[in-house]
């Protein structure tokens, strides 16, 4: 079940307030990771709306620049929940960090935005690793392309697109990586030719560059590429069972008002996202956009994640190989699934 229909948004409320009879667990406290970006909106919806507050729940959210950041947090020690991308919850898993994703927030969400001289060869080559071969060619250099850094799901999947997708390598691009502010930056500033990234820059930039425009969407980049997820320690799991299915009730209310109405959304999600420096508007085009395809349901991501997985190893990003029936734990998803299929 990727999408909670609307019809269910009360049954769900119901399930988040009512827990078992023999339930205590009241008033939790949890640690929540995250990090600032489109991909987590699920957490900025329900913190916007104060639905935690209305289940019993504590959520005390720490902000974390980078999915490398957040592991080294987990690593330490820190934590109970995390919201960040498959490519971060992997690495943790692969040192060592017992921890599980529960569920998933967005799928394709990456693309690639191009602007003035590459954009405009783009638009002319059909042909995406012909577009690079004549932009190279033209210019004296290979095109500067921005994203964040190695062995991040946008790192990731720009190197899948020119590997396996294009076949050109990805020696074929000058790869520069960044934080997400600096990406923007640098692409206004016309510093790099173009940028695997996510919303709302996509937007954003194509707001503000009337040259900039995306060439390459996930779907052709990396089909059915997963993103980011909802993700707790295994001991987390097992001392706060019931604060845990509430959380995930959340997250799949909030995937729905994401999916059916960007515009309550919005609000919610600028106070997280660009330090509320991007206008209402953008953010709300951002959440209309076709890199934004929010989903809970776990089971839709996990092919596409093994794929990621099986380059990450190619790649030497991944130190060893991740037990994903071991990273992936569906069975609070899908009691809340069958719950709300009814009888």
């Known amino acids: 079940m990727s999408r909670v229909p609307r019809l269910l948004a009360p049954l769900l409320a119901l399930l988040i307030t009512a827990g078992p009879a023999q339930a205590t667990d009241t008033n939790t406290r949890l640690e929540v990771g995250y990090m600032p970006i489109l991909p987590v909106a699920q957490l900025f919806v329900m913190e916007g709306e104060g639905w935690p507050t209305e289940a019993g729940l ?46 998933a927030s967005i799928r394709e ?29 033209a210019q004296g250099r290979k095109p500067k392309i921005a994203t964040f850094p190695r062995g991040s799901v946008p790192d990731t999947v720009l190197r899948y697109w020119l590997i396996e997708r294009l076949g050109v390598g990805e020696e074929a691009v000058e790869i520069v990586a960044m934080g997400a502010d600096r990406v923007q930056q640098a692409l206004l500033a016309g510093a790099v030719d173009g940028a695997s990234i996510l919303e709302p820059i996509l937007t954003t930039v194509q707001e503000r560059d009337d040259s900039a425009r995306v060439v390459a969407r996930a779907d052709e980049m990396l089909p059915g590429q997963p993103g980011a997820v909802l993700a707790a320690r295994e001991k987390v799991l097992e001392a706060h069972p019931e604060a845990m299915r509430k959380l995930m009730a959340l997250h799949l209310r909030a995937t729905e008002v994401l999916r059916e109405e960007p515009e309550r959304a919005a609000p919610h999600v600028r106070e997280f996202v660009g330090k509320r420096l991007i206008g ?12 934004s395809n929010y989903l809970a349901d776990p089971h839709a991501i996990r092919e596409a994640t093994r794929t990621m997985h099986d380059f990450q190893i190619a790649q030497g990003t991944l130190s060893k190989r991740v037990d994903l029936d071991a990273l992936f734990d569906t069975d609070l998803y899908d009691a809340l699934a069958k719950e709300l299929a009814g009888p």
């Open 280 to 291: 209402l508007d953008t953010v709300e085009a951002a959440l209309r956009s076709p890199s």
């Open 109 to 137: 969400q990456i693309g690639l935005v191009a602007r003035g001289e590459l954009a405009d060869t783009f638009a002319r080559v059909e042909d995406p690793a012909e577009a690079i071969a004549r932009f190279t060619e």
């Open 58 to 103: 504590e959520l005390e959210l720490t902000r974390f620049s980078s999915g490398p950041a957040m592991v080294q947090a987990l690593a330490s020690g820190e934590l109970d929940v995390m919201y960040f991308g498959i490519g971060p919850a992997m690495v943790a898993r692969a040192n060592g960090v017992p921890i599980k994703v529960l569920a």
